[in-house]
């Protein structure tokens, strides 16, 4: 079988799995275009595959559908520095509000033994 037929078929299936998460709710939309960028180039250039070899002629590589696995490496770096950002502001984020909850936290117990003390004071009297 063919390397370019390999890939297509890989391509539409990945691409069916991808809708079908996003169908799912599993995969927010924001996510998915990548992914689905990702497949439909692919696909694109397993099925117009001579494109690939005057691309191949300029990058100097010698055979034209390891091209092919470059493109989708190279997007798949992509995606793991995108999502590596998004990893790293839900970190912050999260340090932040167990920050907030903590000096909520602390008020409340402050603001509790206040009410303590004035409640002792009113029986007292």
Do not use: C
């Amino acid at each position: 079988m063919n390397v370019f037929v390999i890939v297509a078929i890989f391509a539409i299936v990945f691409l069916v799995a991808v809708i079908d998460l996003m169908r799912r709710r599993v995969l927010m939309e924001q996510y998915s275009l990548f992914w689905l960028g990702m497949g439909l180039v692919l696909l694109i250039l397993s099925i117009f595959h001579q494109w690939l070899n005057p691309l191949a002629d300029v990058l100097k590589i010698a055979y034209p559908p390891s091209l092919l696995f470059l493109i989708g490496f190279l997007f798949l770096f992509g995606i793991m520095l995108h999502l590596t950002v998004v990893l790293s502001r839900l970190t912050m984020r999260s340090i932040r509000l167990v920050q907030e909850l903590g000096m909520v936290k602390a008020e409340l117990k402050i603001l509790q033994t206040e009410h303590e003390l004035t409640e002792g004071d009113r029986h007292v009297n």
